[in-house]
């Protein structure tokens, strides 16, 4: 198999289907092997499954770290101006190089999955000449106000996801019905994500999120600030920041000397009087014991709130990504009741924090009732994907493949 994957959210809901992918063909006696092709950045939410399935995962190509990681969002000089900076920046030398790659690549792949939108899509049926399976985690139907039928989506989108997929996954029941109207041969089977048992928000965990993107450093610092202005609410709580894992260590203990923080362990450092632990890109496994989320991240908090818990999202107007049009025109669309928004200083944020750890069982409620309505009770997205591709995979006769391929990396331009 082949899996492109189009940005770091996208790696998320990848390294998801990835892992079911290898666990189930294991059990079934398959002999798989996937080769991965992260667009944006060097395909850090792999590494533990690779690690687990040695030989069984192949990173063919490592991208650049883009400025704005492809996303491109405010006013639409901003848009255009964030867009061109990446384009220069590498996005376009990165995406002829994928395009290269596979059109000479020594491998044949008996199937294409691409996870994003359209751009895995014509990588992976210009490159390899294979129709994509395509999860399209980038399309939803909630995002559509006026409900028209190329809303949100595009008549050129819709073309190729109609002719060059042979299939589309959706992320929600309601978008695979808007697809099929268009044509589309798209099918919901559950929600991609991490399963949270009953009852797991009630745990007394705060999780703080910096972002993945360019500015992930003077987000931490709001949100450390806020911290400490709501210290006395937040006393009872046990708080984590997850950083992103393409950061070294280096760069995370820098930023929290800035922060003035004290380290009391390799892993935990004091602000004040307040411990807070820490780790690096390991969102998933602590996702579940979480009663509330408070950060600057687009699919992690996407994540929680299909999970049923409470999001906080400052919004700062020269932010990559949690800047104003990006909480009006998105997040309030997707994440609805389980979005908490919060203030653009950490003096507003903190007043906020506060409010609603006064009646924090009532922000969980109403995350939950979203959660139940949206995905309506259909776990299990990422392993459904999975057994379907694999059923699908088993009618394809097998080939003989004696090449391997070496790491491509655009960063320096070597193999």
Request: hydrophobic share 45%.
């Amino acid at each position: 198999m082949l899996l492109i994957s189009n940005g770091y959210g996208e790696d998320s809901f990848a390294a998801l289907i990835l892992k079911e992918l290898l666990e189930l063909a294991e059990t079934q006696g398959v002999a798989l092997e996937v080769g991965i092709v992260p667009l944006v950045g060097e395909g850090k939410a792999f590494e533990g499954t690779a690690q687990r399935f040695p030989g069984r995962v192949n990173l063919l190509h490592v991208s650049p770290t883009l400025p704005y990681g492809g996303v491109y969002l405010g006013s639409f000089p901003q848009r255009v101006l964030r867009f061109l900076t990446d384009a220069f920046r590498g996005g376009t030398r990165n995406a002829l190089a994928v395009f290269r790659l596979l059109r000479n690549c020594p491998l044949s792949f008996d199937m294409v999955i691409g996870v994003g939108d359209i751009l895995p899509l014509l990588l992976g049926l210009l490159g390899t000449g294979r129709k994509v399976y395509l999860f399209a985690c980038a399309h939803t139907d909630l995002l559509r106000v006026r409900k028209k039928p190329y809303e949100r989506l595009g008549r050129i989108t819709a073309l190729f996801f109609r002719h060059g997929t042979a299939k589309v996954y959706t992320r929600d029941a309601p978008t695979a019905l808007w697809f099929q109207s268009l044509g589309i041969r798209a099918e919901f089977l559950g929600f991609v994500g991490p399963e949270t048992p009953p009852g797991s928000c009630r745990k007394k965990n705060i999780l703080f999120l910096p972002g993945h993107r360019g500015d992930w450093e003077r987000n931490f610092l709001f949100l450390t600030e806020t911290i400490l202005l709501a210290r006395d609410a937040l006393a009872s709580f046990a708080l984590h920041f997850v950083f992103p894992p393409e950061q070294s260590a280096t760069q995370v203990i820098r930023a929290i000397q800035k922060a003035r923080g004290e380290f009391a362990a390799p892993s935990s450092f004091l602000l004040g009087q307040q411990s807070i632990s820490f780790s690096q890109g390991d969102y998933f496994a602590r996702l579940g014991s979480a009663s509330l989320i408070v950060g600057f991240a687009g699919t992690a908090l996407e994540y929680a709130a299909f999970c049923g818990i409470p999001c906080i999202e400052p919004c700062l107007k020269g932010a990559i990504q949690a800047n104003p049009h990006f909480l009006a025109s998105r997040q309030a669309l997707l994440l609805r009741e389980a979005l908490i928004p919060g203030g653009d200083t950490p003096e507003k944020t903190a007043r906020v924090l506060q409010e609603v750890l006064e009646n924090l069982h009532a922000f969980q409620e109403r995350a939950q009732q979203f959660a139940r309505v949206t995905w309506q009770g259909q776990g299990e997205g990422a392993r459904n994907i999975a057994r379907d591709l694999l059923s699908i995979l088993r009618t394809v006769p097998p080939k003989r493949q004696g090449t391997e391929l070496a790491v491509d990396d655009s960063r320096n331009g070597t193999r």
